[in-house]
């Protein structure tokens, strides 16, 4: 059983939803996650982690260019 995604996962799922059906940048999805949290500064080495999570766990899918989006 996986564990419950955490506040930046939710927010980083939350953002390729409502982008659907387009595909993110890592960089775009570590930026906006990082600003809505408060960290400035952040980039691809922050969203990365979050969208492998989250096609991990079957919520969203990679790109060949290396960009995510939701799955619906």
Do not use: W
């Not at 419950?4 to 982008?19: D, G, I, N, Y």
């Amino acid at each position: 059983m996986s564990r419950p995604l955490t506040a930046s996962q939710e927010l980083a799922h939350k953002l390729l939803v409502e982008r659907h059906p387009n595909f993110v940048t890592p960089t775009d999805v570590g930026k906006t996650v990082g600003l809505q949290l408060g960290k400035q500064g952040r980039h691809s080495a922050f969203g990365t982690p979050l969208c492998r999570r989250l096609v991990a766990e079957g919520l969203a899918e990679r790109n060949e260019d290396g960009h995510y989006r939701a799955i619906k």
